[in-house]
């Protein structure tokens, strides 16, 4: 019995420092970009910072404040995210509702549905889409960036799922009451339906805030950047002579790669708004997302 | 992808028995139609007219000429696909990277949940839970970043092999060893969010039966295989199903990012090469083929990602 006990606390001590291993492999790369950000730029282009900043300095975060096209691009995303929630939000909650009636009362349901599940299923892809925002006329517009996603199909199923699971007795005794649909809606479903709209529209956000890909696209002028497809564009010339040359070529290129701890401020400061919903996303997107789906 | 399917396939009910009841009111559907209206307006425009587009994939499509000014080439551009011997490259590397980083991302995903629920200090395990669930929620842009800091021939990794007395890796500019850095990078970004869905499976399997096994003298890692692994094995496989629909996008993100004309032998995928040729050379016809290819298999593996969820359990996706 003493020997099993013993072999259990070995196994539970190994247990407990891979855990531990593992979590630090996440944590350790992360929080480099936080020590350079803190660091002076020759320390950090010499590559000298490790864990902890070398000459503590803030000057990164000080010259960020005066950085004109940063904020710039950080209001594109800002602008981008709120529009692209509202339109999100709003259309999937309207168009989920009418979805969840039966054929008989609402002729041509299943239409619509099929219509929305072949949206999903198959698309045009990369080039076309392309056409499409040009010839509308949407290049270098902040609604090239919201528009083309403004419908996610998966979100209104999702949402239509959860208003199906919602007992009907609720919606008839607000019709008695003399209400209309989009007052059953707005009144009855929706505030019963929380954590679905929450996860939609976490969804959303942080769709929206890390999409570079459309703003390298649709903006041809770098001014007009989302923030992601600024921070890709500092850093797309370093990665390239990173990559490319010998470490003693790169040293002697000292004024570019001094940019290194201004860089990492840059984006630290432009994931400081996930951070913030961090709780949130924990609380919809990771607990909510398994309650009810393993059956006890 | 493979967990926003497991999402709406956990808000879908059992059976929709629900949806044929009748309500006692039957109303006019026009305001139905008029709710419907403008989520229809998003969807002809934003999907069904670029759908219409992919007619550019059979004609010498001129953005000036438009597309009733181009002229027809019928299956020219698909022809001349499946004779570039790239094609088979960048299918090859596509499906290579995609199936390394699923079977790979699954099975750390079931260790590091099982290895998990063993903790038993509630505050250490909240931490490390917080830590590892968080690179998923981060861009690509960002984590590139910090992945070239480290990768680099500067970068710390390198540091630590000279250290060792090992010779330094061009881990980002060798193609003998990048896909290996995409799989690993993207197993190190995941494996903690896809390991929520197998640690909520193991907390539903009954106590009893551990206990039952612990009677019998079963060991630890038995009792891992014989009754864990076993109880799992239903979410395993839905989720096997589910990434399925993975398979041809091997994450554009991630490779844009990080790749480079080095190593485009064996890190160029499907999404990276319509990107450059149709997009950037403006080959768009032959990037809209491409494309279109793309397109058909995709729409297969979500019918049969489907298809299983259904035959699994019984719920469906769509």
């Known amino acids: 019995m003493d020997n099993k006990n013993f072999s259990s606390r070995i196994r539970n001590i190994v247990i407990y420092i891979?855990?531990?291993l593992l979590g630090l492999a996440c944590l350790l790369p992360l929080w480099n970009i936080v020590a350079i950000s803190l660091s002076s730029g020759t320390a950090a282009a010499a590559n000298k910072v490790g864990l902890f900043p070398v000459d503590f300095t803030l000057v990164a975060y000080r010259k960020i404040i005066d950085d004109n096209q940063f904020w710039h691009s950080f209001g594109?995303?800002?602008?981008?995210?709120?529009?692209?929630?509202?339109?999100?939000?709003?259309?999937?909650?309207?168009?989920?509702?009418?979805?969840?009636?039966?054929k008989r009362e609402f002729k041509g349901r299943n239409i619509y549905m099929n219509l929305l599940i072949f949206a999903m299923l198959f698309n045009g892809g990369m080039i076309p889409n392309f056409i499409l925002v040009k010839n509308l006329g949407l290049l270098n517009s902040v609604w090239s960036l919201i528009l083309p996603g403004a419908l996610p199909?998966?979100?209104?199923?999702?949402?239509?799922?959860?208003?199906?699971?919602?007992?009907?007795?609720?919606?008839?005794?607000?019709?008695i009451d003399g209400a209309t649909p989009i007052q059953v809606l707005t009144r009855v479903l929706v505030p019963c339906s929380k954590p679905s709209i929450a996860t939609v529209a976490l969804f959303s956000i942080v769709g929206n805030w890390n999409d570079f890909f459309s703003g390298l696209i649709y903006m041809q002028k770098a001014r007009n950047y989302p923030i992601m497809t600024y921070i890709q564009s500092l850093q797309i010339d370093m990665q390239e002579m990173l990559k490319q040359t010998t470490s003693s070529d790169a040293l002697g290129n000292l004024t570019e790669l001094s940019n290194r701890n201004l860089n990492a401020a840059k984006i630290m400061v432009a994931i400081i708004p996930l951070l913030m919903i961090y709780p949130l996303l924990q609380r919809y997107l990771i607990s909510g997302m398994v309650m009810g789906a393993v059956k006890e | 992808m493979n967990l926003l399917l497991f999402i709406i396939w956990r808000f879908a009910l059992e059976q929709e028995e629900d949806m044929k009841t009748k309500s006692r009111l039957s109303r006019t559907g026009r305001s139905y139609h008029l709710m419907m209206l403008p989520g229809m307006i998003f969807l002809i425009v934003f999907s069904y007219i670029p759908m219409a587009g992919l007619i550019m994939a059979f004609q010498n499509f001129i953005p000036a000429k438009g597309f009733f000014g181009s002229e027809m080439v019928g299956l020219q551009h698909f022809a001349y696909m499946f004779q570039l011997p790239d094609i088979w490259k960048i299918m090859r590397n596509t499906v290579g990277i995609a199936l390394g980083k699923i079977i790979i991302g699954t099975v750390i995903a079931i260790a590091f949940s099982i290895l998990l629920n063993e903790i038993r200090i509630k505050f250490f395990k909240k931490t490390i839970q917080t830590i590892v669930y968080l690179p998923h929620?981060?861009?690509?842009?960002?984590?590139?970043?910090?992945?070239?800091?480290?990768?680099?021939?500067?970068?710390?990794?390198n540091q630590i092999l000279v250290g060792f007395g090992a010779e330094k890796i061009n881990f980002l500019g060798n193609y003998k060893v990048f896909p290996g850095l995409i799989v690993g990078t993207d197993v190190w970004k995941e494996y903690g969010y896809n390991s929520v869905v197998y640690l909520a499976a193991i907390t539903a399997i009954d106590p009893g039966l551990h206990e039952a096994a612990a009677i019998d003298g079963a060991s630890w890692w038995k009792r891992v295989w014989n009754v864990t692994?076993?109880?799992?094995?239903?979410?395993?496989?839905?989720?096997?199903?589910?990434?399925?629909?993975?398979?041809?996008?091997?994450?554009?993100?991630?490779?844009?990012?990080?790749?480079?004309?080095?190593?485009?032998?064996?890190?160029?995928?499907?999404?990276?090469?319509?990107?450059?040729?149709?997009?950037v050379g403006r080959q768009y016809s032959f990037g809209a083929a491409v494309g279109l290819l793309r397109s058909i298999i995709g729409m297969v593996l979500l019918l049969t990602a489907n298809g299983l969820t259904k035959k699994f359990t019984d719920r469906k996706i769509f």
Request: charged share 10%; with cysteine.
């Open chain 1, 153 to 175: 199909i998966f979100s209104v199923i999702l949402v239509m799922n959860f208003f199906l699971g919602i007992p009907k007795s609720l919606e008839e005794a607000a019709f």
């Open chain 1, 76 to 102: 594109v995303s800002v602008i981008r995210v709120f529009f692209g929630l509202v339109l999100n939000i709003a259309l999937c909650v309207v168009m989920a509702y009418p979805l969840t009636k039966s």
């Open chain 2, 137 to 157: 929620f981060l861009s690509w842009v960002v984590l590139a970043s910090v992945i070239v800091n480290m990768f680099n021939l500067d970068g710390s990794v």
């Open chain 2, 229 to 279: 692994i076993p109880g799992m094995m239903p979410i395993i496989l839905l989720m096997a199903a589910m990434s399925l629909t993975t398979i041809l996008s091997a994450g554009f993100d991630q490779i844009y990012n990080l790749y480079s004309p080095m190593v485009y032998e064996t890190g160029d995928v499907l999404d990276t090469y319509v990107y450059r040729v149709g997009l």
């Open chain 1, 18 to 20: 891979i855990v531990f």
